[in-house]
């Protein structure tokens, strides 16, 4: 049986440039890397020192019959001091672009993806006065470097941003950091859909690009009897970002698992062998969830999902994680979702904010000498990629 997807679908794989670059010297995440190194939070380093190797990275995706390449572009090292920006910096982003044009890959530019200056942060990050005003002089100058690129997304998962930060917020405030059950703080997600909704149109207006950011989904399922404690704790995670997609141009769908919500709240994944890398369980229908959710809330903004993988070290696991996957996203797109592309996470086993050891790629990576290795999983993907189509 053979499953058609839409004509022009967008085939391709995510990586974020702190993940994947190296010494970014720049940034909150390495500076975080510093200072808590005594609580068992790892350093980048080189990463994949993909800064250099981005050629090598993009070509992979390209001869293996991929269509798409989402990246992220440094703000750090955009602008590393307030209003002085690197012309070398932004000449060296828009080089990525025309490489991925000029090997058949439609870039999708991501602005902000979890990291940004130190100097930013110092400024009180997003909630800092004038914060917005200069979220957007950056992305002003971002833009002089688009042309051509025709997906862009403001934020990476701002309600993670919201979590992360809020979590930075409490420790400020003398209060213990939350391992579990942390959710996102709502002043800093407003501030964000502030940024989101004075950026998004600078970018269209210079760029003639589709704007709009990505959420990342949490499939979240009530228990029976606990619908109401669900619709709150969905709208605390997700709706309050989804709300904002619907006059953007798409929205990036993010998924990897599903949790039930009781009347406490999320159930946090329980123990469980078949559980990934990440502790997360393992359950490759939630992209059908999350598309459906979100088409529920955003009505006929089209989707792409910007995110959907497995952190795992068997390759077979991530081919079977894929596959059902990919099948529950082509029978919501047969329901009537608007979807115009999937790009997998990730293209490399890289830097997972924090962690070395959760390997979510495609290729894999030896840190020392920077070789790439394809694994089967690239081949498989691609091979689906120029089909268009799920065969089984």
């Given at each position: 049986?053979s499953?058609?997807f839409?004509?022009?679908?967008?085939?391709?794989?995510?990586?974020?440039?702190?993940?994947?670059?190296?010494?970014?010297?720049?940034?909150?995440?390495?500076?975080?890397?510093?200072i808590?190194?005594?609580?068992?939070?790892?350093?980048?380093?080189?990463?994949?020192?993909?800064?250099?190797?981005?050629?090598?990275?993009?070509?992979?995706?390209?001869?293996?019959?991929?269509?798409?390449?989402?990246?992220?572009?440094?703000?750090?090292?955009?602008?590393?001091?307030?209003?002085?920006?690197?012309?070398?910096?932004?000449?060296?982003?828009?080089?990525?672009?025309?490489?991925?044009?000029?090997?058949?890959l439609?870039?999708?530019?991501?602005?902000?993806?979890?990291?940004?200056?130190?100097?930013?942060?110092?400024?009180?990050?997003?909630?800092g006065?004038?914060?917005?005003?200069?979220?957007?002089?950056?992305?002003?100058?971002?833009?002089?470097?688009?042309?051509?690129?025709?997906?862009i997304?403001?934020i990476?998962?701002?309600?993670i941003?919201?979590?992360?930060?809020?979590?930075?917020?409490?420790?400020?405030?003398?209060?213990?950091?939350?391992?579990?059950?942390?959710?996102?703080?709502?002043?800093?997600?407003?501030?964000?859909?502030?940024?989101?909704?004075?950026?998004?149109?600078?970018?269209?207006?210079?760029?003639?690009?589709?704007?709009?950011?990505?959420?990342?989904?949490?499939?979240?399922?009530?228990?029976?009897?606990?619908?109401?404690k669900?619709?709150?704790?969905?709208?605390?995670?997700?709706?309050?970002?989804?709300?904002?997609?619907?006059?953007?141009?798409?929205?990036?769908?993010?998924?990897?698992?599903?949790?039930?919500?009781?009347?406490?709240?999320?159930?946090?994944?329980?123990?469980?062998?078949?559980?990934?890398?990440?502790?997360?369980?393992?359950?490759?229908?939630?992209?059908?969830?999350?598309?459906?959710?979100?088409?529920?809330?955003?009505?006929?903004?089209?989707?792409?999902?910007?995110?959907?993988?497995?952190?795992?070290?068997?390759?077979?696991?991530?081919?079977?994680?894929?596959?059902?996957?990919?099948?529950?996203?082509?029978?919501?797109?047969?329901?009537?979702?608007?979807?115009?592309?999937?790009?997998?996470?990730?293209?490399?086993?890289?830097?997972?904010?924090?962690?070395?050891?959760?390997?979510f790629?495609?290729?894999?990576?030896?840190?020392?000498?920077?070789?790439?290795?394809?694994?089967?999983?690239?081949?498989?993907?691609?091979?689906?990629?120029?089909?268009?189509?799920?065969?089984?």
């Amino acid at each position: 049986m053979s499953r058609s997807f839409p004509d022009r679908f967008l085939w391709g794989a995510s990586t974020a440039a702190h993940q994947i670059e190296g010494n970014n010297l720049n940034n909150d995440w390495w500076q975080l890397e510093h200072i808590a190194a005594d609580h068992g939070v790892q350093f980048s380093g080189d990463a994949l020192d993909s800064y250099h190797r981005y050629h090598e990275d993009m070509r992979l995706l390209a001869d293996a019959g991929f269509n798409a390449y989402r990246f992220s572009i440094e703000w750090s090292r955009i602008e590393p001091s307030p209003g002085r920006f690197s012309r070398a910096e932004l000449a060296h982003y828009r080089r990525m672009i025309e490489t991925a044009l000029r090997l058949g890959l439609t870039p999708v530019v991501t602005l902000h993806h979890f990291t940004h200056p130190i100097w930013f942060g110092e400024r009180g990050a997003w909630l800092g006065d004038g914060a917005v005003d200069t979220f957007c002089r950056y992305v002003e100058q971002a833009c002089t470097i688009l042309d051509g690129v025709e997906w862009i997304c403001t934020i990476n998962e701002p309600n993670i941003v919201a979590v992360n930060h809020g979590q930075q917020r409490r420790l400020a405030e003398g209060k213990e950091y939350q391992f579990v059950g942390a959710l996102p703080d709502a002043e800093i997600g407003q501030v964000l859909i502030a940024a989101h909704r004075a950026a998004a149109p600078l970018v269209r207006g210079a760029t003639g690009a589709k704007v709009g950011w990505t959420v990342a989904n949490q499939a979240l399922l009530p228990v029976p009897g606990c619908e109401s404690k669900h619709a709150e704790v969905q709208h605390i995670w997700e709706d309050m970002y989804l709300e904002p997609a619907r006059d953007d141009d798409f929205v990036g769908v993010q998924s990897y698992t599903s949790q039930p919500v009781d009347d406490n709240g999320v159930v946090p994944h329980p123990d469980h062998p078949d559980n990934t890398i990440m502790g997360w369980a393992y359950r490759p229908d939630a992209l059908g969830i999350a598309v459906r959710h979100t088409r529920d809330v955003v009505g006929d903004v089209p989707i792409v999902v910007t995110e959907n993988g497995i952190a795992t070290s068997d390759d077979s696991r991530r081919i079977a994680y894929t596959e059902g996957a990919l099948a529950a996203l082509h029978e919501a797109i047969s329901e009537g979702a608007d979807v115009r592309g999937y790009l997998h996470w990730s293209l490399l086993d890289n830097f997972e904010w924090g962690r070395w050891e959760p390997t979510f790629g495609l290729v894999a990576v030896n840190r020392e000498t920077f070789e790439r290795r394809p694994k089967p999983s690239l081949h498989w993907l691609g091979r689906i990629a120029r089909a268009n189509a799920l065969t089984t």
